[in-house]
């Protein structure tokens, strides 16, 4: 799997983080990329520290805490459940996509890293094993 994390400059001058992934569902979206660039409006900087929770969450699961263990954004969240993890739509809960806890806690790492370096990172492509 390969997601794409780039930034886009709006008309009114401010960039927002976008995610794409190479794993698209049957209507041609990422519920993981979504999962990722959803920052419910509230900005990077809330987001970087929102995703700590979500790397708390996946590393608890991982170490055995009862699950399902839910880390939700405005409109997409990631759920934990010891090694296997699933993005989903908060609107339907029914439409998911499953991934690893591990790949998982890896992406909101990346995902971390690159908004913290904010739009002078530029764009960057990362791989990872998606079973």
Known sequence: MKLTFSWHKLANGYSVACCASDRNNAHGTSLLAHALDDDGGLGRDIAINWIEEGKRLANAALAGASGP????RE???LEFDGDQ???FDLDDPECTEQLPTRTLLLLLQH??????????AGVKTIEVEAD
């Open 85 to 87: 993890g699933i993005a």
């Open 111 to 120: 995902w971390q890293d690159f908004l913290a370096a904010g739009p002078e």
């Open 75 to 77: 409109y997409f969240g």
């Open 69 to 72: 263990l839910r880390w939700e």
